[in-house]
C-alpha cells in the first residue's frame, strides 16, 4: 500500500483568508485525488490531480475556489481560497496504488480545517 | 449514475458479539467495492475489496464481505467485535471509467459503531 503524509493536520484559520494543504506519497503515482468530508458527511470528490496537465474538477467545485497543483510524481498540494465557515472540513488526499493487478485507492490522514 | 446505501447510520453492539453492516449499490455493471473505516480523529484504512473471483472476500482485523449480485449488496461481517473496532465505515463502490483499473469511487454516508463492553 501507499504511505501518505498530509500537512498541516489541523488548523484553524480566519474567513477571507487562504490555506495551502500538502500532500506526499511514498512513491510515484500517477493520479492523486482531493476529498472533501463535511462534517457528519461522507466523502465528496473535489477534483483529481494528474502530473504534468490541469486538475480535474467535480462538479461543483472550481478551480479560483481550489486550486491544485501537481509539480511530480509524489507531491501535490490543495488550496483552500477566501475561505468562509461552510469550507470547515476534513480534506483528505489519495491515491492508487498496486503491487499486482488492479490498483487500490488509499488515503491520507486528512487535514482538519475549521474556519471561523 | 453509481451509488450507494448505508441503510444503517448508527449501531451498537456489545463487545464480543457479531456484527453485520449493510451495503447496498446502484450500479448497470460489475461494480469495483470497497469497505474503508475511519477511526476517530484519522483517516480512512481499506478494509477490504472486491475486483472480481471469489465473492466471499477477507479483509483486515478479522472483516469479511460478500458480494451478492442479485441482491445489490455487499455487507461487511465480523464474527466477535471488538472495542476497538467503534469507528465510521464507509462501503464504497467503483465506477469503471476506462483503462484497465481506472474508477471512479462513490461513497455511501457511512455507519457509526458503537461498541458497549
Known amino acids: 500500500s501507499a504511505v501518505i503524509s498530509q500537512k498541516p493536520s489541523r488548523d484553524i484559520c480566519q474567513r477571507g483568508t487562504s490555506l495551502t494543504i500538502q500532500c506526499q506519497v511514498d512513491?510515484?503515482?500517477?493520479?492523486m485525488f482531493w476529498y472533501r468530508q463535511q462534517p457528519g458527511q461522507s466523502l465528496t470528490l473535489i477534483a483529481t490531480a494528474n502530473q504534468g496537465s490541469e486538475a480535474t474538477y467535480e462538479s461543483g467545485f472550481v478551480i479560483d475556489k481550489f486550486p491544485i497543483s501537481r509539480p511530480n510524481l509524489t507531491f501535490s498540494t490543495l488550496t483552500v481560497s477566501n475561505m468562509s465557515p461552510e469550507d470547515s472540513s476534513i480534506y483528505l488526499c489519495s491515491v492508487k496504488s498496486s503491487r499486482t493487478g488492479k490498483e487500490t485507492q488509499y488515503f491520507g490522514p486528512g487535514t482538519r480545517l475549521l474556519v471561523l | 449514475a453509481q451509488s450507494v446505501t448505508q441503510p444503517d447510520i448508527h449501531i451498537t453492539v456489545s463487545e464480543g458479539a457479531s456484527l453485520e453492516l449493510r451495503c447496498n449499490y446502484s450500479y448497470g455493471a460489475t461494480p469495483y467495492l470497497f469497505w474503508y473505516v475511519q477511526s476517530p480523529g484519522q483517516g480512512l484504512q481499506l478494509l477490504l475489496k472486491y475486483f472480481s473471483g471469489d465473492t466471499l472476500v477477507q479483509g483486515i482485523k478479522g472483516f469479511e464481505a460478500e458480494f451478492k449480485r442479485s441482491q445489490s449488496s455487499f455487507n461487511l461481517r465480523k464474527p466477535s467485535v471488538h472495542w476497538s473496532d467503534a469507528a465510521e465505515y464507509f462501503c464504497?463502490?467503483?465506477?469503471?471509467?476506462?483503462?484497465?483499473?481506472?474508477?471512479?469511487?462513490?461513497f455511501g454516508k457511512g455507519t457509526l459503531l458503537t461498541v458497549n463492553p
Open positions: 464504497a463502490v467503483g465506477a469503471d471509467i476506462g483503462g484497465g483499473s481506472n474508477y471512479k469511487l462513490t
Open positions: 512513491s510515484q503515482v500517477t493520479m
